[in-house]
Structure formats: C-alpha cells, structure tokens
C-alpha cells in the first residue's frame, strides 16, 4: 500500500489534518464562535466521520522513525492503540448522527466525548 515509511507517515498526518479541519468547524458551531448551519454542519461531520476511518493505516510496521511523533506504544501496545482508534471512530459516527438531527444542542453534546477520545489517544500514543 506504501512504497516507503515515510509515504505512510505522510498519509496518516493528511488524514488528520483533514479530520481535524473537519471537526474544528463542528466545534466552532458547537461553541458558536462561527454561526450554527445544520447544512453546513452535516456535510462536515460526513467528512470528519469518513476522514477518522483513514489515519490507521498508516501506522505500518517501521513507520515509527521519522517525522512522527507517534510513541513507540502505538505499536508495542498496539491492541489499545486500535482500541483507542475505535473508540474515537464510534463516538465520531455519533457525532455524525447528531449533526444529522439539525440540532446545535445534540452537536453539542456529542462534540466533547469525540475531543475525550482525541485526547485520550494524544496522552498515550503521541508525543509533545
Ligand atoms: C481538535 C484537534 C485535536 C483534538 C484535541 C482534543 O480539534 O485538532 O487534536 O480536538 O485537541 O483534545
């Protein structure tokens, strides 16, 4: 799938990027620092949802040297790590579905468990 380790490093840090861009509007909207528009809101969470799907992959064997900040826990612990990945991918599909209900407040209530997941994945597997 990847000619090179760096090939798969630089493949899952666009994925983030993408993801987070994504969800960085939904929390705008969330918090209202940008004014609330469902549509808007539905068509970025469809976004974020499918971009959280993409970053794992890149995670081969020998990546873990590079431009990385990925520990090596992410494979030396890998069942957590993928635990960790699902977790995220779950809530994020439910933010998907809140952002579908055209409610600010169900935006809302389900932004901050999907930022609990990112985080939760930071502390463990990604350095400073
Ligand atoms: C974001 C983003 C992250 C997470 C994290 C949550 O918007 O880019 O990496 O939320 O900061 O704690």
Redesign the pocket.
Known sequence: QFQKPEDAIKYRKAAFTVM?TH??RL?AMANGRIPFDAKLAAENADIAAMASKLPFAGFVEGSDKGDTKAKPEVWSDSEKFKAAAAKMQEEMAKLNAAAKTGSQDALKAAFGPV??A??GC?DNFRKE
Request: charge should be positive.
């Open positions: 987070a969800f960085g929390g930022g609990q990112c985080k930071h």
